[in-house]
């Protein structure tokens, strides 16, 4: 069982060994103690890979997104071929990663009362994306690009390709995150452009 001093578990739910399942997942929530969904609650999902890019966007989104009395859905998606394996492994996995999402949380914002939704699923990254924004009807998605190789190593489309179908096919607003060193080297690399104009400096 899930349990820090700041949140509590709620039902999680577990398709991993249901074959008529239309969606294979494992869902893990927590709650803030005191927390309660009003119709101010905002609601956002965030695609956080493991990559450099994914996690960028769950710390974003931890830290400056997320305010009280929202719920965050993370969505970590995996390669099909991990039903071949131990599910308690990919469990285990889940768990571990919503620890890190709760110690995060707590440490960007200690008082913060939020509503913690983990949906670990294996298979294509955008069929899974079109799926949980159907479920959960997020007021917006939060990608990380890095490029189109970033997930290629998983056998899976690349996380560049990811931001663009979700701006070009999402029904609710896009946010995306690009990893802060990245955008540090890019803004150094226009400050030291000879050609670059200096109507601002």
């Known amino acids: 069982m899930i ?3 700041a ?19 494992f869902t893990l929530q927590v709650k803030s103690e005191g927390y309660k969904r009003t119709r101010n609650t905002r609601v956002f999902l965030c695609a956080a890979s493991p990559d450099e890019s994914g996690m960028e966007a769950l710390d974003w989104s931890l830290e400056a997104l997320v305010q009280d009395g929202d719920e965050l ?12 394996k131990d599910h308690d492994i990919l469990r285990d996995n889940a768990r571990d990663l919503m620890r890190t999402i709760q110690a995060k949380s707590y440490e960007f ?6 509503s913690l939704i983990l949906e670990y699923i294996p298979g294509k990254i955008t069929d899974s994306l079109d799926r949980l924004i159907a479920l959960y ?20 489309i690349g996380m560049g390709s990811v931001s663009k179908y979700c701006l070009s096919h999402s029904p609710v607003p896009v946010i995306v995150v690009r990893p802060e060193r990245k955008v540090k080297k890019t803004v ?7 050609k670059r104009g200096r109507h601002f400096e």
């Open 137 to 156: 009807r997020p007021d917006s998605v939060v990608v990380g690009t890095r490029g189109r190789r970033s997930w290629q190593g998983m056998g899976m």
């Open 188 to 194: 150094e690399k226009r400050k030291a452009d000879p």
């Open 109 to 114: 914002h200690p008082d913060r009362k939020l």
């Open 3 to 5: 349990h820090t001093p």
């Open 7 to 25: 949140y509590t578990p709620k039902v999680s739910f577990d398709t991993f060994e249901n074959p008529n399942a239309s969606m294979f997942s």
């Open 73 to 84: 859905i993370v969505f970590r998606g995996v390669d099909e071929e991990v039903l071949e």
